[in-house]
């Protein structure tokens, strides 16, 4: 499964994609924010659910605030972005 | 059958000779000493729906016969993406200049460009072409960010095409991934016959 990390600015967003690159993590990509999300600089970042702690911490240590974590929901050739709550 | 020696000749030559020949005669041979000249004669030939063999004498040695008679048969094919587009009008090429897109800052241009390729494969009407010159060979040398965009585009049906001349001078021919090494006369000719250029 994939998420999606929103940002409400561009440079956090080319800050995180250099983070998870050092980091390793080569699932992890920054994408146009997909039109249905409208909060947002424009940029998210996707990556595999599995990569989440390690995500969270970059988050935390950079203190960027005013992100959203989506779940990316794929059926068919539809694909729709729910909010994640807990995160 | 007339016999061309084009050993030692560069890129766009081979191919200027091949069509010149095939202006009087039927049948050509054409002796190269590289694989892409014989990728591009290949090219010409399927453009021009002519027989083409090639037949590897040695690593410098290449004889190629482009016959005018011996039409391929995989001429019923069922209609591509291209073709449906085409049908629609709403065909568009892809050529790319930069590895940056747009001017101010490059880490935000790059960042951009892969954003464009990402959104290029969510396109409803996906490209014919992608053409990739100067600084856009780099897009489709290994370790590229948008290999894998690229890919899937491949996947789709999308032609993606690299100046052999570019990725010559930046040295990086043999790292080029997925795009098939042009010359200019083909990308003259590609941006000519596009119904729309399309520059990131």
């Known amino acids: 499964m994939e998420y999606l990390l929103v940002f409400d600015s561009t440079h956090q967003a080319i800050t995180m994609e250099t983070r998870v690159k050092e980091a390793g993590l080569l699932k992890a990509r920054l994408i146009p924010t997909p039109e249905t999300i409208t909060a947002s600089c424009g940029l998210s970042l996707k990556f595999q659910a599995t990569d989440i702690e390690q995500i969270n911490d970059f988050l935390q240590q950079e203190r960027f605030t005013k992100t959203a974590y989506y779940r990316i929901v794929t059926d068919g050739l539809q694909k729709t972005f729910e909010p994640l709550e807990d995160k | ?200």
């Not at chain 2, 990086?172 to 990131?200: G, H």
Request: hydrophobic content about 40%.
């Open chain 2, 1 to 200: 059958m007339e016999k061309i020696n084009a050993i030692g000749d560069v890129c766009p030559v081979p191919v200027i000779k091949t069509k010149k020949a095939l202006r009087t005669t039927d049948v050509v041979e054409i002796v190269v000493d590289n694989e892409i000249a014989t990728q591009n004669l290949k090219k010409m030939a399927e453009q021009l729906g002519y027989g083409y063999s090639m037949n590897q004498v040695s690593t410098k040695e290449y004889t190629v016969v482009i016959d005018k008679n011996k039409a391929d048969d995989e001429v019923c094919m069922p209609m591509t993406h291209v073709e449906v587009n085409e049908v629609k009008g709403e065909s568009y090429s892809v050529f790319c200049d930069t590895q940056v897109m747009g001017r101010g800052d490059d880490v935000l241009g790059t960042t951009l460009m892969k954003s464009f390729f990402y959104a290029l494969t969510e396109q409803d009407v996906l490209p014919d072409k992608v053409v990739l010159y100067n600084g856009g060979v780099h897009l489709a040398v290994e370790g590229s960010d948008v290999l894998e965009d690229l890919q899937t585009l491949l996947d789709k049906g999308v032609e993606v095409y690299a100046c052999g001349a570019c990725a010559n001078f930046y040295g990086v021919t043999d790292q080029i991934k997925l795009a098939e090494i042009t010359n200019m006369y083909r990308i003259v000719e590609l941006m000519r016959e596009a119904n729309r250029v399309v520059k990131p």
